[in-house]
C-alpha cells in the first residue's frame, strides 16, 4: 500500500486533466489519442513518472473515447477504433437519435474500460504468458482472421476481400524495413518516390484523407446545399436515452469487452481489429442482425466496449513484453524511456509502486471520462450545429494540423491527406469498401513480416495450419466466420428476393382487380 | 506421395529479393480478385448500363461541378501556398495562420448559398477568429509544429 503516498490531488488533477483533453483531441476530426499522447509527452519530464503517467493514461482513455464523437455526429472516425462506431452511429444520429447513440457509446466504453482494467490488474502474468507464446505464425493467422472477419462486413464479400487487398498492397508501398528483418529495398514505387515513399504512407494522414477529405470531396459534389448540418443530423432533445437499451445486451457489453481486451493484448494487432471482430461477432450472434449498419445500438456498444477495453489490454504486451500493443502504446514506450524505467518481463515485479499507480490512472481516467462525456454530450454535440460553411473549412485545416503534425513537420505527409481523400472519393464511388481498405492497410505491413519470417524460419506453407492447436483453432474460425458470411449473403439475397416476388404479386393482383373494374 | 506433397509446400526466401516475396503473393491474389469481380459484377453491370438501368459512377452522375472542382483547387492552392508562405517564416507556423485564413474564408465563401450581411460577417469573423484560436493553441501552448 506504500504508493497510497503517491495518489495525491495533483495526481487526480492530472488524470482529470488528461481525460479532458484526451476527449477534446478525439473528438476533433484529424486528431487522435496518440497524436494527444505525443503532443505531452514532454510534459511528463517536467512532471515525473506516476505523474505524467497519470496525464498520459488519461490522454489514452479521453483520446480513444472521444473518438465516437465525429464518429457518431460526423461519420469520421476520431480514432481508428471508431470505424465499427461509424456503421451504427452515423444513421441514428440521422434519425435524430444522436445523443442517445453517445449515451450509449460512453457506457459501453465505461464498461469496457474498467473490465479490461480488471483484466489487466487479475490476470496480467497469465494473459502474457499466454500471449508470449504466439509465433509469427498464430500472428499471422490473427491478422489474416481480422481480414477474413471484415468481409462478412461487406455487401459484397468479394468486393470486401479485394478491397481489403488494396489496403494491404497500399501498405507495402515503401521498404522491406530493416527493423522489421527486411533487406531494406523499397518496391512498389519509381526511384524519384524514394526521398517521398521510402518508408511508405504514415497511417495517420492516410486515415485522415479517406475519412475527412473525401467526406468533404462526397459533401461538395452534392453541393453542400443544406445550410446547417443540423438539418442533417438531428439530436435529440429530451435525450431519447434510458438504460434499457442494455437490457438483453450485457452478454455482447461482456464478450466485446474481452474481445477488445484480448486483441489488445496481441502485440501489433491494434483497436481497428478489436472493434471490427467485436462487431462481427456481434453481427453474426446476435439473433437480428438485419437492423446492424442501420442505426442499431447493439452495433455501438460492440464497437465502443471493445476499443474502450482495447486500453487496458494493449498494456499488456507493453509492460510484459516491452512490444506496444498500438500506436499510442508505442508513444507510452517514450514516456518510460525518458524517466530510464526499461518496460519488458521485470516490469511489474522490480516497479510494483508505478504498477499499482498507473492501475488507479486507468480506473480514474475512465470514471472521469463517463462523468464528462456522459453529463456533457449535449455540448460537445454541439458541433453538429456548426453551418457546414463554416465547418467544412475548419476540418479541412484540423486534418491538415493532423496529418503534418504526427511526424513532427512533414509537408509530404499533407499531400498524402489529398491522395488519400481522392482514393477515397473513388473508391466509395465505384462501389469499393472503404473500412476493409482501411483495415488492410493497417494491418498489411505486420502481415507481411509475419509471414514472411514463418516461412523463413520453417521453409513450408504447411506451418499454417500444423504449427500448433492455436493455428488450426485460428483456421477454424477463419473458415467460420467466411462461411457464415456466405450463409447470411445466400438469406439475405433469398429474403429479398421473396420480397421482390411479393411485391410484384401484390401489384399484379392490384392491377389485375384494376382491368376487372374497368 | 507424403514427399511430393511436402516439397509442393515447401519454399525457400532468398534475402535479396525478399522484400518482393509477400508483394508477389499479393498481385496474384488481387489479379484473381480482379477478374472475378470483373465477371460477376462489372459484366453485369455494364450490360445493365447498356440497357439503360443503371448509370456509370462519377461520369454518368449529376455533380455540382463549381463546388467540387473548386474545393478540390482551393485544398490543392491551400498546401502548396501553406509551404511556400511558411518557409518564409520557419518554425513560426505564420504559414499555416496566414493561409489558412484565405482558405477558411474562400472555401466558407464557396459553400455559402445565401449572402446575407449576417452570414458575410460571421464568415468573416470565422476566417480570421479558427486559424488564429487553432494556431495560439496548438503552436502556442502545445508547441506543436506547424508550417
Redesign the interface.
Same mark, same amino acid.
Given at each position: 500500500m506504500e504508493f497510497l503516498s503517491l495518489l495525491d490531488i495533483t495526481f487526480f488533477l492530472l488524470a482529470g486533466l488528461g481525460a479532458l483533453v484526451g476527449i477534446i483531441f478525439g473528438a476533433i476530426p484529424g486528431m487522435t489519442a496518440t497524436m494527444a499522447v505525443a503532443v505531452c509527452l514532454p510534459l511528463t519530464y517536467a512532471l515525473g513518472l506516476h505523474h505524467g503517467l497519470a496525464l498520459l493514461l488519461g490522454l489514452y482513455v479521453g483520446g480513444i473515447s472521444g473518438g465516437m464523437v465525429p464518429a457518431v455526429l460526423l461519420n469520421i472516425p476520431g480514432t481508428p477504433s471508431s470505424i465499427t462506431t461509424t456503421f451504427d452511429g452515423y444513421p441514428m444520429a440521422q434519425k435524430g437519435e444522436g445523443e442517445k447513440a453517445l449515451k450509449i457509446c460512453v457506457i459501453a466504453s465505461v464498461i469496457g474500460g474498467l473490465i479490461s482494467a480488471a483484466i489487466l490488474f487479475l490476470f496480467a502474468p497469465l494473459l502474457a504468458d499466454f500471449s508470449i507464446k504466439f509465433s509469427y505464425v498464430e500472428k499471422f493467422l490473427i491478422i489474416l482472421l481480422a481480414l477474413s472477419v471484415i468481409a462478412s462486413l461487406s455487401t459484397s464479400m468479394l468486393v470486401g476481400i479485394f478491397s481489403g487487398v488494396i489496403g494491404i498492397w497500399l501498405s507495402l508501398i515503401g521498404d522491406y524495413s530493416i527493423s522489421d528483418g527486411g533487406n531494406g529495398k523499397t518496391r512498389l514505387m519509381f526511384d524519384f518516390m524514394e526521398p517521398y515513399l521510402f518508408e511508405g504512407f504514415s497511417l495517420l494522414p492516410v486515415l485522415i484523407g479517406v475519412f475527412g477529405i473525401s467526406t468533404i470531396l462526397l459533401e461538395a459534389e452534392k453541393g453542400a446545399k443544406s445550410g446547417l448540418v443540423s438539418e442533417r443530423i438531428k439530436i435529440s432533445k429530451g435525450g431519447g436515452f434510458s438504460l434499457s437499451v442494455f437490457k438483453g445486451r450485457l452478454t455482447n457489453l461482456v464478450r466485446s469487452s474481452f474481445i477488445g481486451t484480448f486483441v489488445g493484448m496481441l502485440p501489433g494487432v491494434g483497436g481497428s481489429a478489436a472493434s471490427v471482430l467485436a462487431y462481427t461477432q456481434e453481427k453474426n450472434l446476435t439473433r437480428d442482425s438485419s437492423q446492424m449498419g442501420k442505426g442499431a445500438p447493439q452495433g455501438l456498444i460492440a464497437s465502443e466496449s471493445a476499443n474502450n477495453a482495447l486500453t487496458g489490454g494493449a498494456l499488456i504486451p507493453l509492460l510484459s513484453l516491452g512490444i506496444p500493443g498500438d500506436s499510442t502504446t508505442a508513444v507510452l514506450i517514450g514516456a518510460f524511456t525518458l524517466q530510464g524505467i526499461q518496460v519488458g518481463p521485470l516490469f511489474i515485479p522490480e516497479n510494483p509502486e508505478t504498477w499499482y499507480v498507473m492501475m488507479t490512472a486507468l480506473v480514474f481516467a475512465n470514471i472521469v471520462m463517463f462523468f464528462l462525456m456522459f453529463y456533457a454530450i449535449k455540448y460537445i454535440a454541439k458541433v453538429v450545429m456548426v453551418p457546414k460553411h463554416i465547418l467544412f473549412p475548419i476540418i479541412v485545416m484540423m486534418c491538415v494540423v493532423g496529418a503534418y503534425a504526427i511526424n513532427y513537420g512533414i509537408m509530404f505527409d499533407v499531400w498524402t491527406l489529398l491522395i488519400f481523400g481522392i482514393l477515397g472519393y473513388l473508391v466509395q464511388k465505384i462501389g469499393l469498401e472503404v473500412a476493409p481498405l482501411i483495415i488492410g492497410f493497417i494491418l498489411g505491413g505486420q502481415a507481411e513480416v509475419y509471414f514472411v519470417k514463418s516461412l523463413e524460419s520453417f521453409g513450408t506453407y504447411s506451418i499454417f495450419f500444423t504449427k500448433s492447436p492455436i493455428a488450426m483453432v485460428l483456421w477454424g474460425l477463419i473458415i467460420a466466420s467466411l462461411m457464415f458470411a456466405i450463409v447470411m449473403g445466400f438469406n439475405s439475397r433469398a429474403r429479398q428476393k421473396m420480397e421482390l416476388t411479393q411485391v410484384t404479386g401484390s401489384t399484379h393482383t392490384a392491377s389485375g382487380k384494376g382491368h376487372d373494374t374497368n | 506421395m507424403e514427399s511430393g506433397l511436402?516439397s509442393l =509446400?515447401?519454399?525457400?526466401?532468398d &534475402?535479396?529479393t525478399? !522484400? /518482393? &516475396?509477400? #508483394?508477389r503473393i499479393? !498481385?496474384w491474389? @488481387?489479379a484473381g =480478385? &480482379?477478374v472475378?469481380?470483373l465477371m460477376?459484377?462489372v459484366a453485369p453491370f455494364m450490360a445493365a448500363v447498356k440497357r439503360g438501368e443503371r448509370t456509370l #459512377?462519377?461520369v454518368g452522375?449529376a455533380?455540382?461541378n463549381f463546388?467540387?472542382f473548386? +474545393? /478540390?483547387v482551393l485544398?490543392?492552392a491551400?498546401?502548396y501556398f @501553406?509551404?511556400v508562405v511558411g518557409d518564409m517564416f520557419p518554425y513560426t507556423g505564420y504559414g &499555416?495562420l496566414m493561409v489558412?485564413m484565405a482558405?477558411?474564408l474562400l @472555401?466558407?465563401? %464557396?459553400?455559402? !448559398?445565401?449572402w446575407s450581411k449576417k452570414a458575410l460577417t460571421?464568415?468573416v469573423v470565422?476566417?480570421i477568429v *479558427? #486559424?488564429s484560436l *487553432?494556431w495560439f493553441v %496548438?503552436a502556442k501552448l502545445?508547441?506543436? +509544429? %506547424?508550417?
Open positions: - | 511436402s =509446400l515447401s519454399v525457400s526466401i &534475402f535479396e525478399s !522484400h /518482393l &516475396f509477400f #508483394p499479393i !498481385h491474389i @488481387m =480478385l &480482379f472475378l469481380i460477376t459484377k #459512377p462519377i452522375e455533380r455540382d463546388r467540387f473548386g +474545393t /478540390l485544398i490543392v491551400y498546401f @501553406m509551404a &499555416f489558412s482558405f477558411v @472555401m466558407s465563401l %464557396l459553400y455559402l !448559398h445565401d460571421i464568415v470565422n476566417a *479558427a #486559424p *487553432a %496548438l502545445f508547441t506543436i +509544429t %506547424l508550417p
